[in-house]
């Protein structure tokens, strides 16, 4: 690829199968994953070490894995928030009995004190969170479930299915607002839904508000990926690989256009450094682009690797403040986190 360096680490712990979350904190990086445990890990990017965090979800049974699917946050206190997430589709499933649900869970890094937040959704497991001023917004499947908790008065409110059939993948919060996206015209055809289009919800904190606009964000099957840049813009990858702009202000979706034109649909991983948006987007090979705010020039930097050309599929994205990007692999099993170092 272009401009970049790339290390590609493999992961090598029995029964994980993908990356599925990736987050900055204190220099190191961590990594959610899918499978058994462990289920979060840590990365020295001076060593290239790994080490099991040691922190666990509550078993429910070898049948259905664990998982950290772009439900690992970090608030201001540096802690991270986490949500339990399973390795299953959006279809109705047999969870055992003594499992009553995803819970939401915070913990220390450097310490390893874990507190258990409660149930998000009961017999769900958490598919997103993100987090605001005090505030983490979750997403669940297979319900298609919205809810809110309040990290000062720790109260949970449960919104319910306010959102119809849809991937949220991703949602972002700005201040005690959250945004995503909702469902439009459904049709179901045999045993899968056909959305016509998605459209933009709100949910203030405050006034404990559920607002579904008439903001179009576009035709792709979900949203996967948000970001907040430093100045407060707040960008949005679509599915079929383009990028939109959302004013939290006005609640209006402005698209931008398509990250990498011939690298394929998918956009699902968005970050910010110094001022600049870098994202994963294509299929079935991924690649990396930027996006510069002030002169709205798109730059392709090419695939990641050319190793694996039958699909080497991207799952989270965080960059240290030396610009030293990380990816994670999903999808292909094969848990490989790759550091992209940019050149002089």
């Not at 608030?75 to 959006?90: A, C, Q, T, V």
């Not at 009995?97 to 959704?121: I, K, R």
């Not at 439009?184 to 839904?193: I, P, V």
């Not at 190793?307 to 999903?330: A, S």
């Amino acid at each position: 690829m272009e401009g970049f360096k790339v290390r590609e680490i493999p992961l090598r712990f029995e029964g994980a199968i993908a990356i599925t979350a990736v987050k900055v904190c204190k220099g190191k990086v961590y990594l959610g994953l899918t499978g058994d445990d462990p289920i979060l890990i840590e990365l020295d990017p001076e060593t290239g070490q790994v080490r099991d965090t040691g922190f666990r979800f509550p078993g429910k049974g070898k049948a259905i894995a664990n998982k950290i699917h772009n439900s690992l946050v970090k608030g201001p206190d540096e802690l991270f928030y986490i949500g339990h997430g399973s390795n299953i589709s959006w279809a109705r499933w047999e969870f055992p009995p003594e499992w009553d649900g995803g819970h939401l869970y915070s913990l220390d890094v450097e310490t390893g004190e874990t507190e258990d937040l409660g149930l998000a959704v009961a017999r769900n497991t958490i598919h997103a969170l993100a987090i605001g001023d005090g505030l983490l917004v979750g997403y669940t499947i297979p319900d298609n479930h919205l809810f809110a908790y309040d990290l000062q008065a720790k109260e949970l409110t449960e919104l319910g299915n306010v959102i119809g059939k849809n991937s949220n993948h991703n949602l972002v919060c700005v201040g005690r607002r959250a945004f995503g996206v909702y469902s439009r015209d459904q049709q179901r055809l045999e045993e899968r839904f056909v959305v016509a289009g998605n459209y933009l919800f709100v949910y203030d904190q405050e006034n404990k508000e559920f607002q579904r606009t008439e903001e179009f964000v576009g035709t792709a099957d979900s949203i996967d990926s948000w970001v907040v840049t430093s100045d407060g813009k707040v960008y949005g990858g679509l599915s079929d690989g383009v990028l939109v702009e959302l004013n939290p202000e006005t609640c209006e979706v402005r698209e931008i256009g398509i990250a990498r034109p011939n690298g394929g649909a998918r956009l699902s991983g968005l970050a910010e450094h110094e001022g600049k948006v870098f994202g994963t987007a294509g299929w079935p090979v991924m690649g990396l682009f930027s996006y510069e705010p002030d002169t709205g020039e798109f730059r392709d930097y090419g695939k990641v690797t050319e190793e694996y050309p039958q699909m080497c599929y991207f799952h989270g994205i965080d960059i240290l403040p030396d610009g030293r990007i990380y990816v994670g692999e999903t999808d292909s099993n094969r848990t490989h986190v790759y550091e992209l170092e940019p050149l002089p």
